[in-house]
């Protein structure tokens, strides 16, 4: 059985603790490397109460934490999930994951700083949102071979789409095939022309106005269950997702999947990360697939594109700020005037004696 010498996590919280237990449930790697600011040592913790379970489930695994990314030293592929998670505000309404931007903007740069200092050649799965956001700047920073880097987002609000299929027409959740595209945000695409129960339209089991609103709500998934917890978001299905990329890597698979993966020409798309279908194997993104849509359904992926391309603009806008705020920040500090007049004072004029 294929197996990773070293998979790291980046972040401890809900979903790095779950992604923690289900690789080495799964046996997906020797070592798992997990890193996570939080003091005292939180990541650390995590990873020895899942270390201190292992005899329980059989699996030798070895576990490395830390506070600063050293943890990563050596890993094949890390998965990000550093960041802020939508949660309720007093008022009962949430941010949307745009407004999670500018937080998670800076955490991404640290991220970036980490990665290239301890597994340049790492390949890497995002999860932190705003996700098409932070893949886009993670891109510009670790400036990766684009196979090796993408977005988990797609096979998510698929597997939504798939169980609110599987409810509605009451039958299996495995007899559903489905495929969400786009940006992860309200303009995603569920593309219903490809979706099948058992191999027959979906229109055969259910109407289409029921359809729309059951679309209606894919879009809205991850914020339903983010009023619910109040507290934060989902983070055991995000956690699953991911692992179904990641599995298709470590047991080459060639699974096709909906990944948001960097665009050069595919779609009419340049220089984005976007959901699209993609062959997963052991090469990371082996493949993209180009879906044949509907009208309809190529007129809300334009726009899906056009709302991701707005978001990476911003992102190329406060990007270039950071960048120019950190390298000031490195230059050493300019005397102010008013301290130049001091120290002139305190100097004796030339050929004058004191
Ligand atoms: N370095 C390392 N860890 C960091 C850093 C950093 N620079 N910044 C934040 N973290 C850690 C936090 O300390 C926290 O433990 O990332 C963890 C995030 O965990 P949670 O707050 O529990 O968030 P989670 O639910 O896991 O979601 C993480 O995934 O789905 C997205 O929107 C979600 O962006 C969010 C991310």
């Excluded at 950071?322 to 490195?330: H, I, L, Q, V, Y």
Aim: aromatic share 4%.
């Amino acid at each position: 059985m294929a197996i990773k010498r070293k998979l790291g996590i980046v972040g401890a919280g809900n979903i790095g603790g779950i992604l923690l237990l289900e690789i080495a449930a799964r046996k997906l790697a020797r070592t798992i490397g997990i890193v996570d600011i939080k003091p005292p040592a939180v990541a650390a913790g995590k990873a020895l109460d899942v270390a201190e379970g292992t005899p329980i489930i059989n699996a030798d695994v070895n576990f490395v934490a830390s506070r600063d990314f050293s943890a990563l030293e050596g890993c094949e592929c890390v998965i990000n999930t550093a960041g802020v998670p939508r949660a309720m505000r007093p008022d009962g309404t949430f941010p949307s994951r745009e407004e999670l931007l500018a937080t998670n903007l800076q955490i991404a740069d640290a991220v970036a700083d980490g990665i290239n200092m301890y597994c340049p050649d790492a390949c890497l799965v995002n999860i932190a949102n705003p996700l098409d956001a932070i893949v886009y700047r993670l891109h510009q920073k670790l400036k990766k071979p684009k196979h090796r880097i993408s977005g988990m987002a797609g096979v998510l609000d698929t597997a939504r789409y798939r169980l609110f299929i599987a409810q509605e027409a009451g039958v299996s959740v495995e007899n559903v095939e489905a495929m969400v595209l786009g940006g992860h945000g309200d303009t995603m695409v569920p593309i219903r022309s490809c979706t099948r129960i058992a191999g027959m339209p979906v229109e055969q089991f259910i109407s289409s106005k029921r359809l729309d609103e059951i679309e209606d709500r894919v879009r809205k998934a991850g914020g339903e269950v983010v009023s619910l917890l109040g507290t934060g978001s989902a983070f055991v299905s995000p956690c699953w997702a991911t692992l179904e990329m990641m599995e298709a890597q470590v047991h080459d698979k060639k699974k096709i999947l909906p990944v948001a993966t960097l665009l050069e020409g595919e779609y009419g798309v340049h220089g984005l990360f976007i959901g699209v279908p993609a062959i997963m194997g052991r090469g990371g993104i082996e493949k993209v697939i180009e879906v044949k849509m509907t009208p309809a359904e190529k007129e809300l992926f334009k726009a899906s594109v056009e709302a991701v391309r707005q978001t990476a603009r911003e992102v190329d806008r406060m990007g270039a700020e950071m960048d120019k705020a950190k390298k000031a920040a490195r230059k050493p500090a300019a005397k102010k005037p008013a301290a130049k007049a001091a120290a002139a004072k305190k100097q004796p004029a030339p050929g004058k004696k004191k």
